[in-house]
């Protein structure tokens, strides 16, 4: 088993959600714990070399099958690349999950890095 943080169309609520990750164990909501930045242009994009904003998000613990799953769905490696992370959960614990990465700034800054707050 693995840990994925989604911040995007994976979250609850959005459109991915159900698809991918109906099946998989909540662990809770997080950010991370660097700083990176997060653009929008109807989804999201978070870049790695920019320090903007800690980039808030969800825990989930998923099987190979469904990583693999969202691989695809993110274009792993071509498109977004996914790495691991170190995420702070709300209870304050520390894990490392993989966050899938855009190579460049895309769209308009999400200054606060909550896809919630994009207004596109």
Do not use: C
Request: zero cysteines; charged letters at 35%; proline letters at 4%.
């Amino acid at each position: 088993m693995e840990y994925v943080f989604v911040y995007g169309s994976l979250r609850k609520g959005f459109w991915n959600h159900e698809p991918y990750l109906k099946n998989s164990k909540f662990i809770g909501k997080g950010r991370t714990k660097e700083k990176y930045a997060m653009y929008a242009d109807i989804i999201p994009y978070v870049v790695e070399n920019e320090k903007i904003s800690h980039i808030v998000g969800e825990v989930y613990e998923v099987d190979e099958e469904t990583l693999k799953r969202i691989d695809r769905l993110e274009g792993h490696p071509d498109y977004y690349e996914r790495k691991k992370v170190k995420i702070i959960l709300e209870s304050g614990e520390e894990i490392e999950a993989w966050l899938y990465f855009y190579p460049e700034p895309y769209g308009i800054l999400v200054k606060s890095g909550d896809y919630k707050d994009y207004r596109g």
